[in-house]
């Protein structure tokens, strides 16, 4: 049994290095208003209890760990988990994406704050967004389905070494295109709302020289959008958790 012993604690190195890199990153409880200490118990939680059915997947002889070695499959496997997390944060950044479109429109692009998901100082419209989205995903049950992907993650991406990097490069430009996609469709009334009100401010300027257009424009823009944004926030935050959705589950290879 002791001779074993070194092979488990290197088998459980590896779901740990996999699992606890994507527990990091994911969405809802990857935070970091969520303390780290709570992330690492959750992350060696969820390897134990993995532990089981991801063993029989590692290259094993004689209960040690083969092929290509210890280091470059603990490489390996933090790269899938950091390549997989990361993508998942790309199309969650559609949130901040949206936000900030939607500043420029009603500009209050200056009005910045500290983003409490991910920290630095990010648009208070895209940060309460982000902080939104958080709590839908959390309160739709789509944090299960994260969680899913993890484990079926396994199925998708065998622990057999380091992935390749076209692989990995074609994965992340996806997940970039989809995050700035879906951020622009939420964003879209507003784009089309700030275009007709200019449109609308340069033929009233024209019309009345006279007229101080700046003062007029800089409040009637930051009410109507108020008001613009409170009546489809209800429809921005549903595209965004049913795209989301779809992307955990194509993870999970539904």
Do not use: C
């Amino acid at each position: 049994m002791n001779l074993l012993l070194p092979g488990i604690a290197a088998a459980y190195l590896l779901t740990f290095a996999r699992i606890g890199t994507l527990v990091m990153l994911m969405p809802g409880i990857g935070e970091q208003l969520v303390s780290p200490r709570l992330r690492l118990a959750f992350a060696l939680l969820l390897s134990l209890i993995l532990f089981p059915a991801v063993r029989p997947l590692l290259p094993m002889q004689g209960g040690a760990i083969a092929g290509p070695g210890l280091i470059a499959l603990l490489i390996g496997e933090l790269l899938v988990g950091l390549m997989l997390g990361l993508t998942v944060r790309m199309v969650l950044a559609a949130l901040q994406t949206g936000g900030m479109i939607i500043s420029q429109q009603l500009g209050l692009s200056y009005a910045m704050t500290v983003d409490p998901t991910q920290g630095g100082q990010q648009a208070a419209i895209g940060n309460f967004l982000a902080l939104l989205g958080v709590t839908l995903i959390m309160a739709s049950d789509l944090h299960h389905v994260a969680l899913e992907a993890i484990g079926r993650s396994y199925v998708l991406l065998p622990p057999d070494g380091v992935p390749g990097l076209g692989e990995a490069a074609s994965l992340a430009l996806k997940a970039i295109t989809r995050g700035f996609a879906l951020g622009v469709q939420i964003a879209a009334p507003f784009i089309a709302f700030g275009i007709l009100f200019n449109v609308g401010l340069g033929v009233l300027a024209r019309l009345m020289p006279q007229m101080q257009v700046f003062f007029v424009a800089v409040p009637a823009s930051v009410l109507i959008g108020m008001l613009l944004l409170l009546g489809s926030l209800g429809v921005m935050m549903g595209v965004f958790l049913d795209d989301i959705g779809r992307y955990l589950a194509d993870l999970t290879g539904r």
